[in-house]
C-alpha cells in the first residue's frame, strides 16, 4: 500500500520568538474570553511570558483589542464568534483553542472581515494542577499567513511545539489525544475499581500504581509500544491472563469487555498483528 498523503508538519523544537523584523504580528496584547479552565490558564500563562492579556472575560464583553482568543466549548464558538462582529472596533484577529472544530466554526468573523486562527494547546487542563505548556504540542491553524505566523507566535511565547495541521485531519488528531490522555484515566480508574478487590482503597492504588503508570509512559515515549510492551499477554501466559479475567469479573463485571478487547489489541501488538493491519 502506498504511504498516506502528509497534511500535516510537525517541528519538535520549540518556535523562535518572532520580531520586528520578521515582519510578523507580535500579539501584544491579547483579549481572552471564556473563564473556563483552558481561559483561566492560557491567560495566566500568556501574561507570565509578558503578553498584556485583557482576561479572561465574559462572552459579552466589548472593546476588545485587537487579537481576540475564544476559549469557549466547541458548540459555541460560532456563536461567540458572531458576537464579536458587532464591536469590531480594534479586532484584527479572531482565533480559537479547540482541537477538534475546524476554522469553518470562525466563518461569522471571518466572513465579516477578520483574519481568523486556531491554537490548540495539546496538553491537558484540570482544576487541580497548573498545566505544563513548555515542550507541550500546540497544534495551529490560519486563514492567511499572517494568522497562521500570529498563532505561531503566540505557541512560541508558551514554549510550546508548533503542529500545523488543516480541518481533514483534526478529527483523526484529536481522536489520538483523546486516547492518549481521556481514555488513560478512564483506564486507571478501572484499575483502581480492580485493586478494590485487592483491599486496596483508590487513594493507595493511586499510590501504587502511579509509579508503574509513570514509567510504562516514559517507555512508550522513548522506545516505542513494541518495547515498551511487558506483563502476561506480551510474553503468552494464558493462564496468568484467565487468572487476572476471573478477578477482574469478581471486582466489577462491567469492565470484562474492556478487559476483553485490551487483551485481544494487547495480544496482536505483542504478536507483530497491528502492525500488519496499519500497514495491509
Do not use: K
Request: hydrophobic letters at 50%; glycine letters at 8%; one cysteine or more.
Amino acid at each position: 500500500m502506498s504511504e498516506p498523503e502528509t497534511r500535516y508538519a510537525y517541528d519538535t523544537s520549540v518556535a523562535p520568538a518572532a520580531s520586528p523584523a520578521d515582519g510578523l504580528p507580535l500579539p501584544e496584547t491579547v483579549a481572552v474570553v471564556g473563564r473556563g479552565r483552558v481561559g483561566t490558564a492560557l491567560a495566566r500563562a500568556l501574561r507570565a511570558a509578558g503578553v498584556t492579556v485583557e482576561g479572561p472575560l465574559g462572552r459579552n464583553a466589548r472593546g476588545l483589542t485587537e487579537v481576540v482568543l475564544l476559549c469557549v466549548p466547541d458548540n459555541e464558538i460560532a456563536s461567540a464568534a458572531a458576537a464579536l462582529v458587532t464591536d469590531p472596533r480594534r479586532i484584527r484577529f479572531v482565533g480559537h483553542v479547540s482541537g477538534a472544530t475546524g476554522l469553518s466554526a470562525l466563518n461569522p468573523a471571518r466572513e465579516a472581515g477578520f483574519e481568523v486562527f486556531g491554537l490548540h494547546p495539546l496538553q491537558t487542563f484540570s482544576d487541580e494542577v497548573e498545566p505544563l505548556l513548555t515542550g507541550a504540542g500546540c497544534a495551529i491553524a490560519g486563514s492567511s499567513a499572517s494568522a497562521v505566523a500570529l498563532a505561531r507566535e503566540l505557541a512560541a511565547r508558551l514554549g510550546m511545539s508548533v503542529l500545523e495541521i488543516d480541518d481533514a485531519q483534526r478529527a483523526s488528531y484529536h481522536a489520538a489525544a483523546s486516547i492518549a490522555s481521556n481514555f488513560l484515566v478512564t483506564l486507571e480508574a478501572a484499575a483502581e475499581a480492580v485493586a478494590a478487590g485487592a483491599g486496596f482503597a483508590p487513594e493507595e492504588a493511586r499510590a501504587l500504581l502511579a509509579p508503574l503508570v509513570r514509567q510504562t509512559v516514559e517507555n512508550w515515549a522513548t522506545h516505542g509500544p513494541e518495547a515498551a510492551l511487558t506483563g502476561p499477554v506480551a510474553r503468552g501466559d494464558e493462564t496468568t491472563v484467565a487468572a487476572q479475567r476471573a478477578a477482574v469479573g469478581e471486582a466489577d463485571a462491567s469492565l470484562l469487555p474492556l478487559f476483553d478487547a485490551l487483551a485481544e489489541r494487547t495480544r496482536a501488538l505483542a504478536t507483530g498483528d497491528v502492525a500488519l493491519e496499519v500497514a495491509a
